[in-house]
């Protein structure tokens, strides 16, 4: 991590706060000068990485595309992607802008300069900005992923725990006919859902638009990588829940029941490794609580959807049995949800700081206080089911509906933290942000944003990527808590609306307040933002 590269010159860094993967290293580094052409670009990153959905760009000073070998891994090295460039390669400033994917299956990007020699033309103003705004995941792209991810969740959730609910809780529901169309339809959806993130994976991974989702290439690329093949495993295992269901009346056969627990098992397995669960530190232990987890969620969520059912539909006399055995189902589930959702935060957050200072913590927090709500509202189903007197299902009814209301709202919120960086690998990697004042944009990286000596980098753009140069670029660095500061570190011009502060001392571990100030004729320009020193 304390190598200066780590996205040193990384300009707006589009999805930095949507993967585990980051760039530790690179050569050439990014805003180094360089006597004499460099024969290749070589990124390193802090774990194994796609290409095949990926690629490393190099551009002239004018933004014009060199012609470079593919992006391979050197030695078959993982965790480093490299291209060689053209010979003869004149003085000058150069572009290279970079996008993999990561084990989670989350693209990465970025850009940064360079300079060969004294005699050539710096980057011409905006050439970068452009290059960066061009490789930017389609908004569309990223809001449909999201919402087939969503559904894969709901719908393995309805089918594998109402599955369990039908055959633990409720016999007397698992030949009626409304049973089935539930658990068929949310089967059918899951797995049709799964089929259209390997589709979108594809111009999401790619930066481009929503008409790339319908190209066979795209699919047989994103198959080629890790994610993309349990994906495929996690959509034949649907299919696979959707047969069960079909069979369902055969499920007092050991056969069925042994088929069940193979297809569940293995499906969460899946799901687990194309996800958070097999990335990040103790993966083996993350794909075990993935597991546990998913399994418990399945059974509560799918539960209460089949229980609403068993309610509105079963038979007088089936309904409070079915409430009472489920009952005890759920609180178990519960515990299992709260203990294996314990163990991932401590994978995940690592710090109590980190919740309260990271999106992915807060939206953790957010999660948390859902799931209290829901166990408030399961306390009161709860003793209406066991009290005493006659069983009112009607008042269980209200209570159970709004308990999947809730329950909904934890499947969005996980969906959105499927798709956000934990905050353990945001705090063990340096500090980057993109700040906006009016129609002008910095862009901001502190490496290793750790107590002592730290490398800073700052670019300055506007809204059209077309800026004049600004006179003077300064830094002013406080640490409230502690009352010191104004620091103000000494910064070196590496290129146009390019400055560098080398040996930057943050003498302390906190929250510190970052101001950046640009002068542009006898308009001056703030920035302003926190960063977190560990």
Not at 302 to 330: N, T
Not at 363 to 369: H, P
Not at 447 to 463: I, M, Q
């Amino acid at each position: 991590m304390a190598i200066v590269a780590v996205a040193a010159g990384v300009v707006l860094p589009a999805t930095a706060a949507s993967a585990h993967s980051q760039l530790v290293a690179a050569y050439p580094e990014p805003g180094a000068h360089l006597p004499t052409a460099p024969d290749r670009v070589t990124l390193r990153f802090n774990e194994p990485v796609e290409i095949n959905l990926g690629a490393i760009r190099v551009f002239d000073h004018e933004g014009k595309q060199l012609a470079t070998t593919p992006a391979h891994h050197p030695d078959g090295n993982g965790t480093e992607v490299q291209v060689e460039l053209p010979r003869g390669l004149g003085d000058g400033g150069y572009v290279v802008a970079w996008r993999v994917v990561s084990a989670d299956s989350h693209p990465i990007h970025a850009a940064y300069s360079f300079t060969v020699g004294t005699s050539g033309q710096a980057v011409r103003p905006g050439v970068v900005a452009s290059v960066v705004a061009n490789d930017r995941s389609d908004t569309t792209v990223s809001v449909l992923l999201a919402a087939t991810r969503l559904l894969v969740f709901a719908g393995v959730a309805v089918a594998v725990g109402g599955l369990v609910f039908v055959n633990l809780c409720w016999t007397a529901g698992r030949d009626r006919r409304g049973t089935g169309i539930v658990l068929m339809t949310a089967a059918v959806v899951a797995t049709i859902a799964s089929l259209a993130m390997i589709a979108l994976q594809a111009p999401y991974a790619t930066g481009r638009t929503i008409g790339a989702a319908f190209e066979p290439s795209g699919w047989r690329a994103v198959a080629a990588t890790r994610s993309g093949t349990w994906w495929l495993v996690r959509t034949a295992l649907l299919a696979g829940v959707g047969a069960l269901v079909a069979t369902r009346r055969w499920a007092t056969g050991l056969a069925w029941r042994i088929a069940a627990v193979i297809v569940t098992a293995v499906l969460f397995v899946a799901m687990a490794f194309s996800g958070h669960g097999g990335n990040g530190r103790a993966p083996a232990l993350g794909v075990i609580d993935t597991v546990a987890h998913l399994a418990a969620m399945s059974a509560w969520i799918g539960g209460l959807v089949l229980l609403a059912i068993a309610l509105l539909r079963g038979e007088p006399d089936d309904r409070e049995p079915a409430a009472r055995r489920f009952s005890s189902l759920a609180l178990s589930s519960v515990a299992l949800v709260a203990v294996s959702g314990s163990v991932e935060a401590w994978r995940q957050v690592g710090q109590v700081h980190a919740l309260l200072h990271s999106d992915y913590g807060r939206l953790l927090l957010i999660k948390v206080a859902l799931v209290g709500v829901v166990l408030a509202v399961a306390v009161l189903s709860r003793r209406s089911v066991h009290r005493r007197g006659s069983f009112d299902s009607v008042k269980l009814r209200r209570l159970v509906l709004g308990e999947q209301v809730i329950a909904a709202g934890v499947l969005v919120v996980t969906a959105i933290l499927v798709n956000t960086a934990p905050a353990i690998s945001q705090a063990n990697g340096p500090f980057s942000a993109t700040l906006i004042s009016g129609n002008r944009t910095a862009s901001v990286t502190i490496a290793p944003a750790r107590v002592g000596a730290n490398l800073l980098h700052v670019y300055l753009f506007d809204s059209s990527g077309g800026l004049q140069p600004a006179s003077q670029i300064r830094v002013e660095l406080s640490l409230p808590d502690r009352d010191i500061g104004p620091l103000k570190p000494a910064l070196r011009i590496a290129g146009p609306n390019h400055a560098i502060g080398d040996n930057v001392d943050l003498p302390f571990a906190g929250t510190w307040t970052l101001d950046i100030y640009a002068l542009y004729g006898f308009d001056e320009v703030k920035f302003t933002t926190t960063v977190q020193v560990r």
